[in-house]
């Protein structure tokens, strides 16, 4: 019997972004999540995330299966003592941090490196007296949670959030300001507002906190062109980075779809020749793998 080349039976190639998938902020607080659920006994305390741990639908429902309950903050004042509460990679507010530890509660703080960071540039250069610009998502937790280690004292400035240029050009501009980037914003976003700022105040102190990861992926992104006939961007819908990298996939390639798992691949993708895959900070290897062997044994060319 004479047996066919693989790539004649299934012609399609998936080729994956150089980059793509969980970040290393992202990942630390998965691992914080998982190793509370793997010492749980039946006389372990409440295991909480203090609000959704990650923007991946997979991820939450499978920790909560395991018994782990997303923590809402208006919620804290019902938590038992001594119940366990992981900050996810936005971070949180001061305020919201002494609420726990007045419950007595065992606080995990996986924040981000990179938002600690940004935490407490704001807090020092508040504390100075310097009004704070953000740039980012208003309703954004990490945003919200920056926001919060704003501390004027009595010297006078105040809090902006910036989410666009158009923003930027009605944003008053103190003289004594910094401006400060979310960690997963539109790195073009940032600069056009940077430069609308600096127009109005030069001497604006600039801090580009923007994560690598997130230009990483937005640059293997644009390395798939050429290459491919259409292009999926795995993650949640929620999640703020994945959307960005959907709106430049559809800028960059004519056939792009945004999908959280691999039901729900668009059909007209199985008859793609080649299909490039990348994936927001949120999403999990074993989603990205699913949709590549979805994709693989369900083509039709």
């Known amino acids: 019997m004479k047996f066919l080349p693989a790539d004649i039976l299934n012609p399609m190639k998936v080729i994956r972004a150089r980059v793509l998938g969980y970040c290393m902020g992202v990942k630390r607080a998965v691992e914080a999540a998982e190793s509370l659920i793997s010492n749980k006994n039946d006389e372990s305390p409440a295991k909480y995330t203090l609000g959704p741990l990650i923007h991946n639908p997979s991820v939450l429902e499978s920790l909560r299966e395991r018994g782990m309950a997303v923590l809402k903050p208006a919620d804290i004042p019902q938590i038992q003592c001594g ?3 992981v900050i996810r990679a936005h971070g949180t507010t001061p305020r919201i941090l002494e609420e726990l530890e007045q419950k007595g509660a065992t606080i995990i703080d996986a ?6 960071l940004s935490q407490k540039r704001v807090r020092e ?5 310097y009004s704070v610009i953000i740039a980012g998502d208003r309703n954004h937790g990490e945003v919200t ?3 919060g280690y704003c501390d004027f004292s009595e010297k006078g400035g105040n809090v902006t959030v910036v989410q666009n240029r158009e923003e930027a050009l009605c944003t008053n501009v103190p003289e004594k300001s910094i401006l400060i980037a979310q960690t997963t914003f539109s790195p073009v976003e940032f600069e056009e507002i940077r430069k609308i700022l600096t127009l109005k105040n030069p001497e604006i102190r600039v801090f580009s906190s923007i994560c690598s990861a997130t230009m990483e992926r937005q640059n293997a992104l644009s390395e798939l062109q050429g290459r ?3 292009v999926l961007v795995i993650g949640g819908k929620d999640s703020a980075n994945t959307r960005r990298l959907f709106e430049s996939a559809q800028a960059r390639f004519a056939k792009a779809a945004l999908i959280e798992t691999a039901k729900d691949i668009p059909e007209d993708f199985y008859a793609l020749e080649k299909i490039g895959l990348t994936a927001g900070a949120s999403t999990p290897d074993s989603v990205i793998e699913q949709v590549e062997k979805t994709l693989l044994q369900n083509s039709t060319k």
């Not at 924040?111 to 600690?116: A, D, I, Q, R, Y």
């Not at 250069?125 to 007296?129: D, F, P």
């Open 83 to 85: 119940s366990e509460v």
């Open 228 to 230: 491919i006939d259409g």
């Open 111 to 116: 924040t981000c490196p990179k938002v600690h």
């Open 145 to 147: 949670s920056i926001s």
């Open 125 to 129: 250069w508040s504390r100075k007296g």
